[in-house]
């Protein structure tokens, strides 16, 4: 183990002078902001960061803003991007006080700002940076230890390297450079220096002083990245940096990079985007290992996944250090579990990880690589050289070398990066360097990403257990349904969907997004479908069980609303009612293959107005109709508006084979975005094979009202066909639910007579809410009661469902068996 290298022992001692000698290496002719932001990655490769930013005072005096950071998200620390000059914040102290502030997580909790930061487990530093205009430098490292002497001491290079013009300065200067310009984000007029006229082939005359003027000389595929930069609404404050292609009289387009800050406001003064643009062909072309870092930091932010995080490193740092295999794996226990490996060929690795390919990646047992094990243990990088004696495990990994970063992370190694190459390899200091500055930005996002990935999956487990179990099976037709969760964030959506079946053959099909992805929305989402299902099952029409919908959302006193769609099918019909509020209108896939977005009108969103109107539109199916209901987040995108994403899902809609439903489901949601909830919801109309026969009768309150229903049903029964040995069972029934229904209740009675099946279905429906109580026992003195026990006697089944303003008793009696 004599040849073994770590970075506690070769780099440790030799880092400030590195940093040193890497400050003065910076060219003198780099503009102030490129200038600036090099001197910020230093801090993450040299300082032990993860996150660096300088913070400068507002003109008015009164405010810390940021204008420059680099490294993962401020967010994630619980950072603004201004401080009160006066308040208690670290910046603010380091300013008063001229003196470097080292805050440990412990200090930081006991902070009063910091209650708004989402974790106290970093370190953070904040000193007072050189220049006349008064910034701070702050640097947070999320190492268990916090800075160490030696980071301490690169950062505090870093902070004097640090030169701020003061506020007024630019104000003062009175002319823009030549490639710099200054954007005011009210009215969007922009001084631009005569280098950048130039570039898009203007001269100072031909120049209106207007914004759109130049973006209209861009390739139109590059205005929406840059729209993103120069609205207002899109910006944060902090840096931002583009390509973007600008149009030539001949030739090719040219390829130009802006980089820019948003600088904010004060009273009567607009916020301002500053920067540069420069000709891209001409910067240089090399990457530093600096840059490297920096590209990575970038990368790793973005990455939400444990895969995203494992791609973003091996991207990163297998083509510069020209690497033949490199695999990045979690610790779980005493096993590696590989989260990816490049090349992902099982030949190009040693048999033993071949033997534990279970997977997609191998299990390596951590047991069998002894070596390894240690370098976990003691958490710092290991570099071995060419012909260093290595169990068989590392050794075909690296034969030419072999680097393995452990990638710590909250207090403790969270997995480990595994570097090899076939020919004998020298490690130089910025190799070094690089390799642990990768290793800690890349343990710090692995456990995120483990973090997103198992949050990920709970968010969608109760996404999943709000929405419909199985659909229910229904005559003459079949519905398959799809939902798939953003994957733009951790927080629930109010996507949803139902189908209900409802009475004498009816379904309603419901589909509906309730605004935002918040643990509200999806409360609110959980208690839309059960209202909306509960009102349907007690008879309403569509246009009413939508306006109670509504009037509930009012009553709520949420600021949430809802968008709606609701259709109610006759099945034995083939007909349907659609009713809209603010959702987007069903699609028709007609047997021939055609497709039409249905005519449908609608009412307001839910919860927005309480007097509000929600038309029912007529739609007509014939069997091998597909009705296809879905939400915003398959059909919109920041690339076409929502009128052509209707006519793409008609499209799609056209070319499936409706014979499979649910592949036709699978196909409308290939290449998704997902950076909304999607619910779809299909439903193919086939027709019923055998219709029931039906006939109602309303009974009026008269003396002989029970011997009328009694002649109606058996006239009824003759014409049906139903045997006299059946009729009599039937009659019983009738006269029963009749009579109870007359004697218990006020209003208006029905009688109700389906025959489907070999089975006789009577329904009385009544006024009163109020279901018919089966009595425990009945005396022999006792003169009523009886009724409810021989309907029950009489029937295979019975009950009570509500209807509009009542209920309806029902019966099903087997006749003609």
Known sequence: MADVVTEGTAGRRTRSPRAAGALKALSVDLDAPERLRRVLELALVYGGASFAAVYTPSEDGELFCLIESV????TLYG?????????????AE???TGRALWLGPRQLADRAESRRTP??????????????????LLAVSERPDGFGTEHRECLELVAGAVALPAPHAAAEAGELPGNAFSLAMDTGRVEVGEEILQLFGLGPHDFDGKVETLLG?????????????????HMSIGDRELEFRVLQPTGPPRWLRLRGRLVPGGEGRPARLVGTVADASTLRPEVTDVARVQRLAAALATAGTVRDVSHAVVTALRKPLRADRIALAELEHDRLVVTVLDPPDPECWPELWRLEWRSEWPDAPVRAMPTLAAALREGRAHIWPAGTPLEPALADVGPGGLAALPLPAGGRVAGACLIGWDEPHEFGPDERALLTAAAGLAGQALLRAHAF????????????????????????????????????????????YDVIPLPDNHVALVIGDVQGHSAAAATLMGQMRTALRAYAAEGHPPDVVVDHANRLLMDMETDLFATCCYVDVDLEEGSAWCVRAGHLPPVLRRPDGSTEIAEAEGGPPLGVLRQAGFPMSPLRLVPGTVIALTTDGLVESTEADIDAGMEHFARELARSDPAHLGLVADALLVGARRSDDIALLLMRYDGMAVRPLRESWTVWRVPEAVGHARRFTRRTLRAWGVPAQDRDAVLLVVSE????????????????????????????????PRSPVRPSSVSWEATGGR?????????????TVPVSGGKQVWSEIPVGG
Request: hydrophobic letters at 45%.
């Open 94 to 96: 380091a300013h008063r």
């Open 71 to 74: 490294g993962v998200p401020r």
């Open 119 to 136: 974790s106290q487990d970093f370190s953070l530093a904040a000193l007072p940076a050189q220049g006349d205009g008064g910034g701070c």
């Open 79 to 91: 950072l603004r991007d201004a401080y009160a000059l006066t308040g208690r914040s670290p910046i």
């Open 787 to 799: 009724g409810i026990l021989l309907v029950e006697a009489m029937s295979v089944a019975w009950g």
């Open 737 to 768: 639910l009749v009579t109870n229904a007359l004697v218990h209740t006020d209003g208006r009675v029905r009688l109700d007579l389906t025959l489907v099946h070999q089975r006789m279905r009577v329904a009385v429906a009544d006024a009163s």
């Open 453 to 496: 990935d198992a949050e990920h999956e709970l968010v969608g487990m109760l996404q999943r257990q709000l929405l419909p179990r199985r659909l229910p099976r229904l005559p003459g037709a079949k519905a398959v349904a799809r939902y798939l969760p953003t994957t733009a964030g951790l927080e629930v959506g109010g996507d949803w």
């Open 217 to 233: 000389l861009t390739v139109p595929e590059d205005l929406p990245s840059l729209m993103s930069v120069v609205e207002a609404d």
